[in-house]
């Protein structure tokens, strides 16, 4: 090869090299939103929660049902700076629509000083309020229950994921561990048989809900990337 070509390509290796580490954008590749801890954690907590809610709702109701395969987003909030709203889990059966909001917390759990936050107590005995999973199902479970049948009931649930999580017996019963889903299910069926309320009728909620739903991943992706940007946290308390 001729020394000008080699010197050529050894220049241009260079100065490659020196604007990877300097830091220079890639023009064929753009960077992801970095993987937290919190959010493995998280999404494991999630699939333990799914596998928990496909079994128990397996036992209760057979076939009749329908467990969306992941999170979902509801548009509830057109044109506004926070137009969609994450949902957990959606469980759609005969005796109700269930959103359940899954926490993998750690530590005692205890009611706050109002409905809407609860009080996490750690191992190192540090205490936070954090924001009430039913508080953040409130507009969700309202959004829903202006565009379904009134008389199917939809309810928001907070189930904690974690087996290292102790909760207080002053929760709502709608706050519950992982393991109390196939009993608190259970029961919300003998409710509905008790008042002789309107079945949900599976199909036809399912259809009704996807025209105000979303998902897709991109969307959901976007979704989790503006509230990073503008997390709401509550101050820890002394």
């Not at 109701?61 to 949902?87: K, M, Q």
């Not at 928001?156 to 889903?181: I, K, T, Y």
């Not at 608190?184 to 003998?190: D, E, F, K």
């Amino acid at each position: 090869m001729n020394t000008s070509w080699v010197l050529l390509i050894g220049a241009l290796l260079f100065v490659w090299r020196w604007a990877r580490r300097s830091g220079f954008p890639s023009t064929t590749r753009q960077s992801a939103p970095p993987v937290l801890r919190s959010d493995i954690r998280g999404e494991e907590g999630e699939r333990r929660v799914y596998e928990e809610l496909l079994d128990a709702l397996t036992w209760i109701c057979g076939e009749n049902f329908f467990l969306h395969p992941g999170a979902l987003l509801l548009n509830h909030a057109p044109g506004t700076a926070y137009p969609t709203a994450e949902v957990d889990h959606l469980a759609i059966t005969p005796f109700g629509i269930f959103l359940v909001e899954t926490k993998d917390w750690t530590g005692l759990i205890e009611p706050g000083p109002d409905s809407g936050t609860l009080i996490r107590t750690g191992a190192d005995g540090k205490r936070e309020a954090r924001t009430s999973p039913l508080r953040q199902n409130r507009s969700k479970v309202a959004f829903l229950r202006s565009v379904l049948p009134a008389l199917w009931t939809i309810e928001g649930v907070g189930v904690f994921a974690s087996d290292n999580c102790v909760l207080s017996p002053a929760l709502p019963v709608s706050v519950m561990l992982r393991e109390d889903l196939r009993q608190w299910l259970r029961a919300r069926q003998a409710l509905h048989a008790k008042r002789c309320s309107v079945p949900v009728d599976v199909a036809k909620a399912w259809k009704a809900i996807q025209s105000v739903a979303n998902t897709d991943d991109t969307a959901l992706r976007k979704h989790r990337e503006r509230l990073r940007v503008n997390p709401k946290n509550l101050p820890i308390l002394s």
